[in-house]
C-alpha cells in the first residue's frame, strides 16, 4: 500500500522544481511520491506558504507549524481506516531483552526460525535515523534535536499508511510526549505494545559490558532523568536521540500509555517460555498453535541465539564487546555486583522493582569489591 499522491499533484512539484534534498548516501534523488506527499501537507496547511525548493532544515521549519494539527493521511485525503495495519511497539529500557523478543516474534510471524541477521522484516528501528529520513522524504542532517523529535509522530503516520500488514518496529525510548506536546508514538498509527522488562540490576551489568563502561558509571546512567541513548554530539549517528529518563520511570511510562501494553519479563521467559511466548502471541493475535509455540521457544533458546551469532555474527554487536548474547541467566548479576552497588540500585528503583514482582532483598554472591 502506498500513499496516494494525484498524478497531477506529483507532476505539478516536480515540474516545479521542488524536488527532495539529494540523497548524498546513495547519489540519487528521493522518491518522487515522497516529494508529493509533503508538498500536499504544506499546501493544504498554509494556503498562504510557498516555497521553491525542500531542503533539510527549511523543509522542516514549514512543517513545524503543523506537526500536530493534521495528520497526513487526512492532509492527503486518505481514509483515517489506512492506519488499519498499525504499529506494534516493541519497547524496552536497553539491554532488557529486546532483541530477543524481536527473534521470538520474527519465528511466530514468519512460521520458521528466525535469522538474527535478517529480522528488519518485521519492522524498522522507531530510533533509527535513515527510515526517519526516508518516510518524511527529508534529509535530517540539517534538524534540530527538537525539530527531529516533533516529526517523529509524522514518520510513524507515514510508516503506518505505507504498510500492508502490522509492523513490530522497536523502540528504546520512553514513552513521552514531543516539545511540540504530543504523543512521540501516535494513537492513529499505534495497535499496542509489548514491553520486555528485566531486574535493573541485570541491566546495569550487561549494558555495562555492551557500553564497555564500568558498572558504577552505568548505574549513574540509570539513575539519570536526562539520560539518552543514540544522537551522538560529536559526530551524526544513525541513532535519533531517544530519552531513556531512569530505569524506574522508562518502565512506568509504557505501563502507563494510553494504548493495550503487554509486559513480558525477561526472567518469565527463561522460566516458563511455553507460557510467556503463547501470552504474547494471544495478545498480538498471530493465532499461533501449540506446535508453533513450540518451536518458537525451541528456535530462541539462549543457545540457540548464540550458535547463529558465533557462526554468522550479530550486525548489532559492537566492537567493543565479546559477544552479544552473553549469558542470558536470571541471577547472574548476584555475581557481578557488589552489595553496595546492588544497594544503589535498589535504593533508586525499588518502588518500581516491587511493582514488577522483583525480590529486591536479593543480595549478590560475591564479597564486597571495590567499585567497578
Known amino acids: 500500500m502506498h500513499l496516494a499522491i494525484p498524478a497531477q499533484g506529483r507532476q505539478r512539484a516536480l515540474s516545479a522544481k521542488e524536488q527532495f534534498l539529494v540523497d548524498r548516501r546513495a547519489g540519487s534523488v528521493r522518491d518522487p511520491r515522497k516529494l508529493a506527499a509533503v508538498m500536499v501537507l504544506l499546501r493544504r496547511s498554509s494556503g498562504a506558504l510557498s516555497i521553491e525548493r525542500l531542503h533539510g532544515a527549511l523543509a522542516v521549519g514549514a512543517l513545524r507549524d503543523v506537526v500536530h494539527t493534521r495528520r497526513p493521511a487526512r492532509a ?24 530477543w523478543l524481536r527473534a521470538i516474534i520474527a519465528t511466530l510471524v514468519a512460521g520458521r526460525p528466525a535469522d538474527i541477521n ?4 518485521l519492522g524498522v528501528n522507531a530510533g533509527g535515523r535513515f527510515p526517519f529520513d526516508d518516510a518524511l522524504g527529508i534529509d535530517s542532517v ?8 516533533n516529526l517523529r509522530p509524522r514518520a510513524y503516520e507515514i510508516l503506518a499508511a505505507e504498510a500492508d500488514r502490522p509492523l513490530y518496529c ?33 541491566v546495569a551489568v550487561s549494558s555495562a559490558e555492551f557500553a564497555g563502561k564500568s558498572v558504577d ?16 554530539t560529536t559526530r551524526l549517528s544513525h541513532h535519533l536521540r531517544q530519552l531513556l529518563l531512569r530505569w524506574d520511570e522508562h518502565v512506568e511510562s509504557w505501563l502507563d500509555a ?16 511455553h507460557a510467556a511466548i503463547g501470552a504474547l502471541a494471544a495478545f498480538l493475535g498471530l493465532g499461533c ?18 550458535a547463529q551469532e558465533r557462526e554468522a555474527g550479530f550486525t548489532e554487536k559492537p566492537r567493543q564487546a565479546a559477544a ?37 532483598t536479593l543480595a549478590p554472591f560475591t564479597a564486597e569489591r571495590g567499585a567497578a
Not at 118 to 121: A, D, E, K, S, Y
Not at 260 to 270: A, G, K, S
Not at 300 to 305: G, K, V, Y
Open 76 to 99: 492527503l485525503g486518505r481514509d483515517p481506516a489506512i492506519f488499519g495495519a498499525g504499529i506494534w511497539w516493541l519497547a524496552s529500557y536497553p539491554k532488557s531483552g529486546n532483541t
Open 118 to 121: 535478517h529480522m528488519l522484516f
Open 142 to 149: 540539517g534538524l534540530s534535536r527538537d525539530q527531529e523529535t
Open 170 to 202: 522497536k523502540t528504546h525510548d520512553a514513552y513521552q510526549l514531543t516539545p511540540a506536546g504530543e504523543p512521540l508514538f501516535p494513537a492513529a498509527a499505534t495497535r499496542g505494545a509489548v514491553y520486555v522488562v528485566r531486574d535493573p540490576r541485570a
Open 217 to 232: 558509571e552505568t548505574i549513574a546512567v540509570m539513575d539519570h532523568p536526562g539520560a539518552t541513548y543514540g544522537g551522538w
Open 258 to 273: 494510553p494504548f493495550p501494553v503487554h509486559l513480558v519479563r525477561y526472567e518469565d521467559i527463561l522460566a516458563d517460555p
Open 289 to 306: 498453535n501449540s506446535h508453533t509455540i513450540t518451536m518458537a521457544v525451541e528456535a530462541t533458546t539462549f543457545a540457540r541465539l548464540q
Open 324 to 360: 552479544f548474547f552473553r549469558e542470558g541467566k536470571i541471577d547472574g548479576w548476584r555475581r557481578a555486583l557488589t552489595r553496595e552497588q546492588a544497594a544503589r540500585i535498589v535504593a533508586s528503583h525499588g518502588a518500581v522493582m516491587r511493582r514488577l514482582g522483583y525480590d529486591v
